[in-house]
């Protein structure tokens, strides 16, 4: 199969097609014919070495921690799955940057209707991590006031269509006119740019006061002053590797949190989907042998939604 790979760790010129053998799917394991595979931060991590989810790594490594296609063969334990079912995966071991993959069948599940797989192939992991940073960790409640801080990336774009189904009053952070744009047709009430020096009085006039609850995606000083606005016995949640993490305070409760991936979680996944009518932003798409393009883009950063390799074209 062809398959980007890194053959040692480094810049996004590591990235390169190979010819690789196709995986044969374990017991447990559903084979995956791949059409599309989510770019994320985090890849960038594992190709140049500052992140080793996999242990000693072995190379050549294929990265990719999430993406979309249809069954091609089943483990012989394998009975939730058929061949020919539209899924998306998630594996922190990777391998997703690749026209096959095998993974464990609690870590697969079927495609939301409403998700074409282009659209899932960016979906499960920012997904995942959106709808538990709200449903979860923050507890977000109807009428309540939520700031997404960090709200134009793969998360914060779907973080803030979740809150929104709650009936919640959400304000975003974005920069620039496009930024600005897509938040707020993604349903965001209000929004500010972190970036000028007068945003944490922007946001205390949009909010009228006090926040109750802040999904931090991005760190910094802006966001130490923004934290200042929660009330007392509020809550804040953020992804581990948020950098610098959030400060801890006594008057309101801090959480990091990483998303949990398996039958449960994709199960209520596909119900907030369904209920917020979900729209996927992405980026920018790339065909699998233009995998250092896309982390190149990926460096320059001010991504507005997930980056997608597509990995074969046709009906989906």
């Known amino acids: 199969m062809k398959a980007a790979a890194i053959d040692r760790f480094g810049p996004p010129s590591v990235l390169k097609l190979h010819t690789l053998p196709a995986p044969e799917p374990g017991p447990e394991e559903v084979l995956i014919t791949l059409h599309s595979a989510g770019v994320g931060v985090w890849d960038a991590s594992v190709r140049d070495g500052s992140w080793r989810p996999y242990g000693r790594p072995k190379f050549p490594l294929i990265p990719g921690t999430d993406g979309a296609g249809i069954v091609s063969a089943l483990g012989t334990r394998v009975r939730r799955f058929s061949v020919g079912d ?21 870590n697969v599940a079927r495609v939301p209707p409403r998700l074409d797989l282009l659209s899932a192939g960016a979906a499960l992991v920012p997904g995942l ?6 449903d979860d ?17 793969s998360v914060g774009t779907l973080a803030v269509q979740f809150a929104k189904r709650l009936r919640a009053r959400v304000l975003a952070t974005a920069s620039g006119r496009a930024a600005n744009a897509l938040v707020r047709r993604l349903g965001a009430d209000g929004v500010f740019d972190p970036h000028r020096g007068d945003a944490p009085e922007r946001l205390e006039k949009l909010a009228g006061g006090a926040i109750d609850r802040v999904l931090a995606l991005a760190g910094g ?3 130490e002053r923004c934290l200042e606005l929660v009330r007392p016995r509020g809550r804040v949640a953020y992804p581990n590797g948020v950098e610098p993490e959030p400060r801890r305070r006594s008057r309101f409760q801090v959480v990091a949190y990483d998303a949990e991936a398996g039958p449960r979680q994709f199960a209520k996944l596909e119900s907030a989907i369904k209920e917020a ?5 992405i980026a920018a798409v790339y065909p699998l042998a233009q995998a250092a393009k896309a982390h190149q883009r990926l460096q320059r950063g001010h991504i507005l939604g997930r980056i997608v390799l597509q990995i074969r074209r046709g009906k989906n």
Request: hydrophobic letters at 45%.
């Open 129 to 134: 991590t959106a709808l538990q940073g709200i």
């Open 221 to 223: 000083d802006v966001l």
């Open 137 to 153: 960790h923050l507890r977000v409640r109807r009428g309540e006031t939520v700031l997404i801080f960090g709200a134009t990336g």
């Open 86 to 106: 539209r899924v998306y995966a998630t594996d922190y071991a990777g391998g997703f940057y690749a026209e096959w993959v095998a993974v464990e069948a609690e």
């Open 277 to 281: 009518r979900l729209r996927v932003p």
